[in-house]
């Protein structure tokens, strides 16, 4: 199982980016998808999750800036990303998490490696 990530960049405060990650491989299935970051000398956090019915959880500090969306007939998750701020600048990582590569498999999470959003104010 891979998980390609893209759409980070350079931008500058206030403007929006898009960034997805595609999920190939033997999958039969994954439960949630989501994208965590993690800035220089920080921990790696949360940004956002959806489930594989829709349910969403974001974090506190881009509630109401982004949005995660997710197609699963593709295994590919979204986030837009609009209002960026300066704190948001940071390496975002697209995480599979409760992958089943077969119905009886024991799942497991996999990470994407990562996409650089740079937001200059």
């Known amino acids: 199982v891979q998980l390609q990530a893209s759409g980070g960049g350079l931008v500058q405060a206030g403007g929006s980016l898009r960034l997805s990650c595609a999920a190939s491989?033997?999958?039969?299935?994954?439960?949630?998808m989501g994208w965590y970051r993690q800035a220089p000398g920080e921990q790696r956090e949360l940004c956002a999750a959806?489930?594989?019915?829709?349910?969403?959880d974001y974090a506190d500090s881009v509630k109401g800036r982004f949005t995660i969306s997710r197609d699963n007939a593709k295994k590919t998750v979204y986030l837009q990303m609009n209002s960026l701020k300066p704190e948001d600048t940071a390496v975002y990582y697209c995480?599979?998490?409760?992958?089943?590569?077969?119905?009886?498999?024991?799942?497991?999470?996999?990470w994407g490696q990562g996409t650089l959003v740079t937001v200059s104010s």
């Open positions: 959806i489930t594989s019915v829709g349910s969403t």
């Open positions: 995480n599979a998490d409760r992958v089943r590569i077969g119905p009886s498999s024991y799942p497991r999470a996999y």
């Open positions: 491989g033997t999958i039969f299935s994954i439960n949630s």
